[in-house]
């Protein structure tokens, strides 16, 4: 579907500092074309490489914007989409269904139900220790820019259940504890436990009826939404000089 308008972040003068003002107008042009065309124009040094970075936020942005479109299409047909209210709208793990236009969820809400199908949960994942930790989000595979809802069972546990993982992976920022569990919840039966001794982030994902979770120790994380692209301006880099090296590890036992 054609579009009339994109969208122009101020994250981008990062790119246009690097830049002449007739190298700016040589990218804006380009930025144009492709938007008009999808056609990759031909560019050089670096104006193609502000251009390369640009183009995966212009792509992400008609993803989402074709998506809308379809959505309404289909809604159109139906008679239109009925309305919900914020309680329809929350997700299990806590996160919005609204989520990937990048807006925090609603982290002052307690939704007593939710609770209550999160205790009839068949797995749930146990920490070391309490503590208090940050969630992430992720919008179409970048961290989002607030943090998400808190969804620790007295600090300690996380309920999982079959809409855990809809809006992608939960990760938590900040986590102390070396250890954590996976148990059955209904057989009182521990299955596996991962010492992750040092990893700053922890984050759990699976696929719609896949028969397994992946529980994986981060170091480092998505690119942020409003991230540069620029590789050097990472966060958590670690950098070693010449001959420096870096290890890490963890351990899974199995029972």
Known sequence: MDKSSFL????????????????????????IKYEKTREIPQLNGIVKMAFSFIKTQLDRDREKYEARCEKNRENAKKGGRPRKNQKDNLKANGFNENQMDAKKPDDDKEDEEDNEEDIDNDLLLKKEKEEKLH??????????TE???????????INLNENSFKNDAIIMKGITSKKVSLKNK?????ILTMDFTDFP????????N????CIEPWYSTADNVKSSGVFTQKQDLIVLKP?????CKYTVEFF
């Open 135 to 144: 969630f992430l989000y992720l919008v179409d595979g970048l961290i989002g």
């Open 243 to 247: 001959k420096q090296t870096f290890e």
């Open 210 to 213: 896949a028969p397994f979770i």
């Open 186 to 190: 209904e057989q009182n039966k521990t």
């Open 201 to 208: 982030y922890l984050a759990i994902w699976s696929k719609p």
């Open 8 to 31: 122009i972040y101020l994250d981008y003068e990062e790119q246009f500092n690097l830049l002449t003002d007739e190298q700016i107008g040589r990218l804006m042009r380009a930025i």
């Open 147 to 157: 943090y998400a809802k808190d969804i620790l069972v007295d600090k300690k546990v």
